[in-house]
């Protein structure tokens, strides 16, 4: 794999020889597998309260667990069976044991009967269909799982113009978007004219990279099959990170999303396309979401292709149904090139976050020789896509400078990988700003504790002090003025 | 940092054509002293001789450095100025990616104050000199600091010596340009060779348009203003980009990325002040030409241009 | 003369601006021993637990700059506190001395045993950020989130009921 600067207006790198290994052929269903482990870890860190029991019968769609502080939108069964167990497991991207549950697959996939099919959307409120996508389970399947039900519910103060369908890659190598787009066009399309109900946007963007001809083809024919005016495609082109929503509304539109703000203060809402067909399977069937595609790529792995995968799903049943492991497999990774973690082993399982598994060999991964000083020749600049300045961070970051790290705009990194791929002196420049970033935090806070501790003591010393002096007043004033103690 | 000295080669090989083998002694006598600085100062410094020996940044400092020198001056005026550039400006700053200002620019200057005599014997193209100098005599003069014939049958001024003692006798300018016309042809050549490898620089992507286009139009702009001011007394836009270092400055000095600005607006600043300062040191002061005072002085901004040209960030007001 | 009164007053306006960004950055920095010393202070972890030998974090960073006291003699500060001092006071980096205590203890909290407490109010003063509320013949208790975990409550406490709990609301980033 190669790294350049992308040239042209767009801020990235291009990542040549990240090819899509994965086989042109349509998304199948992988098998059930015996056992499923759905964990209940949620971005943040937090997790999802169960609502079943242990050795409970669940059926597939039937809600196993929710989050009573509205953090989280409910998991479903993707199975049905009988709860194993309900225990402390592994989690992708995160560094403690998370709760799950373990779920005996039975093989029937029992349907949950409560799950009901909306006849006519555009006859419900947008209230009641966000409680539907809410009840749903529906998060945004491009990777980062918010709440798609947050994102769509309506602000007076900022309304919608333009709904953005993201059919961008968030990064290259990663295919379900572009499958999804291929073979599954009218239902995302569906999903997204539903979202145009809620939202009450005008128009609907739907933005798919240049290097997906065939995505492009199937999409525009959907569009036209459609005949909805509000539906239209736009081509982006290939770099990285396009596909991240802030840099995609800003090459679509011009505008850049203010910094801590949404892209609803321009006016726009993006959606994943996974998340738009999951929408449509929701209206059509009543079926939560309990699958989703996950690309499985990489050298390591025998016949690497895409798949849709039930939530819960073992990692090492994914390899299984690719044909499992080559021998030159040296490292599996849950997500990108760019962005994705390296995982311990293959007893994860699948969640709603995990949209590709790469099965690297040596030859998949960027060779880094021992890092040697910054010249500060600026490449990582060029590259950056928040336009910061990856050498003066390094700089400040190594210094442990937050005053500068914070003048630089450190909390502005989206930790992409851009200036880390392009850097010459081969730097870890994104797991030090990743680290910076985490202790700028956890020193803001440390601050503010230290000063309010400096406060109360200097109060606590003036108190003491004051007491001191008021006892001693009023020792003198017990003894008769002239006479001597003693 | 091996594409930059491949990028030197036709510079080189103009110069060896039409001022002799001496520039070649000159670079390995300088690469040698920058290699025996580096390996002292980081011994000194306890770090490790690999990479920093083999990243080929000290090998540049001590070419160009050579570049900048007579091809006759004697030894020692090489290797000091080689090892202050490496010992000085770069490790006391804190070694390879920390140094305020450029090495070779440093070492320059330290040799133009210290040894001025010696750094002001410029060879005579070899098609104009009356004896030409074989590579054995050149190395005896560069080694024993006596050339075999005469001084004054060997060297000459340059075309910016030229102009600048030249105007004070009272000849006009054009007598003084026709008076240096050969070696200002000479001056053409080398300054087309490094504009070759300066593109190829470009081209690689190896430094990046801002400093070099900047730096130029600066110099284009003072010198064409002067020129259009008074044309009897400041030579033209042409004379100002061949003659002396402006292209070498242009490309190979102004941008080196350690001693320059930080962003693309940042360079852009940084090299118009270069170029400016050129022209004003070689217009108005005891010193022909003014690329490395200029480039020195720059340095000195960089960190107040840095404060003021940071980019906008993504999603934030200016 | 046009070229020297050109070039001193391009070197004047310079000067001026060179002083006027140095002027925008640090308005009236003075490096008198009060500002270095609140510096240092702004490196000690504010515990006011005594370790150190002084009666608090303040008065350790004085005694610290005018080079009455070690820069290795806050264990709540750790290795990492030690090294920044160091580098602040300019002085030759060393690790916590562990006779001061043990610089790589977990931060703790004081937990009073409210059944056993029997409200003799004798921790109240000793408490040196007044973390603990409670009165004469009242039980106590610790607001957690103001106790530096200094131990300084737990000696006059006659019925031994305080002690020291892992902290659980670890600053968590918001």
Redesign the interface.
């Known amino acids: 794999m190669e790294v350049t600067?992308a040239t042209g207006r767009q801020r990235g790198v291009r990542l040549i020889g990240a090819a899509q290994r994965s086989a042109a052929s349509a998304p199948s269903a992988a098998s059930a597998p015996p056992q499923l482990a759905l964990s209940l870890a949620l971005p943040d860190g937090s997790s999802l309260v169960p609502v079943v029991r242990i050795g409970e019968y669940v059926r597939l769609g039937q809600v196993v667990a929710w989050s009573p502080d509205c953090e989280g939108t409910p998991l479903h069964a993707s199975v049905s069976g009988q709860v194993s167990a309900i225990e402390l497991r592994d989690a992708i991207g995160m560094s403690a044991r998370m709760p799950a549950i373990v779920i005996d697959n039975d093989g029937r996939d029992e349907r949950d009967p409560g799950l009901i099919p909306v006849a006519d959307y555009t006859l419900r409120s947008a209230e009641e269909l966000l409680a539907r996508i809410e009840a749903g389970g529906i998060v945004g399947l491009g990777g980062a799982a918010f709440p798609t039900h947050l994102k769509l519910a309506p602000t007076p103060s900022t309304p919608v113009e333009t709904l953005v369908i993201n059919g961008v890659e968030c990064e290259p190598g990663i295919q379900c978007d572009d499958m999804l787009m291929r073979y599954r066009a009218e239902s995302m399309l569906f999903g997204a004219q539903v979202m145009l109900h809620i939202v009450g946007a005008g128009r609907c963007v739907i933005a798919i990279e240049a290097d997906k001809p065939e995505a492009i083809a199937a999409t525009r024919t959907a569009v036209k099959a459609a005949g909805d005016a509000r539906l239209s495609v736009a081509i982006v082109p290939t770099y990285y990170p396009a596909g991240g929503e802030?840099q995609l509304i800003?090459f679509l539109f011009g505008t850049?999303?203010?910094?801590?703000?949404l892209p609803r203060d321009v006016g726009v809402v993006c959606q994943n396309v996974g998340t738009a067909a999951a929408i449509a399977t929701l209206i059509r069937t009543g079926e939560p979401l309990v699958s989703r595609l996950v690309t499985v790529t990489g050298l390591g792995v025998a016949f690497p292709r895409t798949l849709e995968v039930r939530l819960g799903t073992p990692l090492s049943h994914l390899i299984e149904e690719c044909g499992g492991y080559t021998p030159d497999i040296t490292r599996l990774i849950a997500g990108g090139m760019m962005m994705g973690v390296a995982l311990p082993h293959d007893a994860l399982a699948v969640a709603k976050t995990t949209h590709c598994v790469i099965a690297a060999t040596a030859a998949d991964l960027v060779p880094r020789g021992?890092a040697?000083?910054?010249?500060?020749?600026?490449d990582c600049?060029?590259a950056c896509?928040?336009?910061?300045?990856p050498?003066?961070l390094y700089r400040h970051a190594v210094e442990e400078d937050d005053a500068g790290l914070a003048r630089?705009?450190i909390t502005?990194c989206i930790e992409c990988g851009c200036c880390d791929a392009v850097c010459p002196s081969q730097l870890p420049l994104v797991s030090v700003f990743g680290a910076a970033r985490r202790q700028l935090q956890v020193n803001t806070v440390t601050t503010e504790r230290r000063d309010l501790a400096r406060q109360r003591f200097n109060a606590h010393t003036q108190r003491l002090a004051v007491e001191q002096a008021e006892r001693q007043r009023r020792l003198k004033e017990r003894r008769p003025a002239g006479r001597k103690d003693e | 940092m091996l594409l930059v000295l491949a990028m030197l080669v036709p510079a080189a090989a103009a110069d060896v054509f039409w001022f002799g083998p001496g520039l070649p002694i000159q670079i390995v006598i300088a690469s040698l002293s920058a290699l025996l600085a580096e390996s002292v100062m980081l011994a000194l410094r306890r770090e490790p001789l690999q990479?920093s020996l083999g990243?080929g940044?000290a090998l540049v400092t001590a070419a160009l450095l050579a570049f900048a020198l007579p091809p006759l001056a004697p030894w020692w005026v090489a290797a000091c100025g080689s090892a202050f550039a490496i010992v000085f400006a770069k490790h006391l700053f804190g070694?390879?990616?920390?140094n305020l200002f450029n090495p070779a620019m440093a070492g320059f200057a330290l040799l133009l104050l210290t040894f001025p005599a010696e750094m002001s014997r410029w060879s005579m193209p070899i098609v104009v000199a009356s004896h030409h100098l074989g590579f054995t005599d050149t190395l005896t003069t560069i080694f024993t600091g006596v050339p075999p014939v005469a001084w004054d049958a060997i060297s000459s001024a340059t075309p910016l010596d030229a102009v600048h003692s030249g105007l004070k006798t009272g000849a006009t300018l054009q007598e003084v340009l026709a008076r240096t016309s050969t070696a200002h042809s000479a001056s053409i050549w080398s300054s087309l060779g490094i504009l070759l490898g300066g593109l190829g620089l470009l081209g690689l992507?190896i430094i990046?348009w801002p400093s070099p286009v900047s730096m130029l139009a600066a110099v284009v702009v003072s010198a064409g203003l002067l020129n259009a001011i008074d044309p009897g007394t400041y030579p033209g836009v042409l004379f100002h980009l061949t003659s002396g270092a402006t292209l070498l400055g242009a490309f190979f000095i102004a941008c080196d990325?350690?001693t320059?600005a930080?962003?693309?607006r940042g360079?852009l600043w940084f090299g118009a002040g270069v170029g400016l300062l050129t022209v004003?040191i070689r217009?108005?002061?005891a010193y022909p030409d003014g690329i490395a005072f200029a480039v020195l002085i720059m340095n000195l901004?960089v960190p107040?241009i840095?404060?003021?040209t940071?980019?906008?960030?993504?999603?934030?007001?200016r | 003369m046009?070229?020297v009164v050109?070039?001193s007053g391009a070197a004047f306006v310079?000067a001026l601006?060179?002083a006027w960004?140095m002027q925008r950055r640090s308005p009236g920095e003075q490096n008198d021993e009060q500002t270095l010393i609140d510096q240092v202070d702004a490196l000690l972890p504010q515990t006011q637990c005594g370790q150190c030998t002084f009666t608090g974090c303040r008065p350790y960073a004085t005694a610290m700059v005018r080079g009455e006291a070690d820069i290795n003699q806050c264990p709540p500060g750790g290795h990492a506190t030690a090294a920044r001092l160091a580098r602040l006071l300019e002085r030759p980096s060393k690790p916590v001395d562990p006779v001061f205590g043990d610089p790589l203890a977990p931060p703790l909290v004081a937990y009073i045993l409210e059944e056993l407490c029997i409200g003799c109010a004798r921790c109240l003063p000793a408490c040196p950020v007044d973390a603990i509320l409670g009165a004469a013949r009242f039980t106590h208790t610790v607001i957690a989130a103001d106790c530096t975990g200094c131990k300084l409550c737990i000696a006059p406490c006659p019925v031994d009921c305080i002690e020291m709990r892992p902290v659980v609301h670890l600053a968590a980033p918001h």
Do not use: K, N
Request: proline share 13%.
């Open positions: 600067i802030r800003e850049q999303v203010p910094a801590g703000g021992p040697m000083p910054c010249i500060r020749c600026g600049a060029e896509p928040s336009h910061l300045l050498q003066e630089f705009g502005d | 990479p990243d940044s070694g390879l990616g920390r992507r990046r990325p350690v320059t930080a962003s693309h360079r004003v217009s108005w002061t901004f107040l840095d404060r003021l940071v980019p906008r960030i993504y999603g934030h007001a | 046009p070229p050109l070039l310079l601006l060179g960004v």
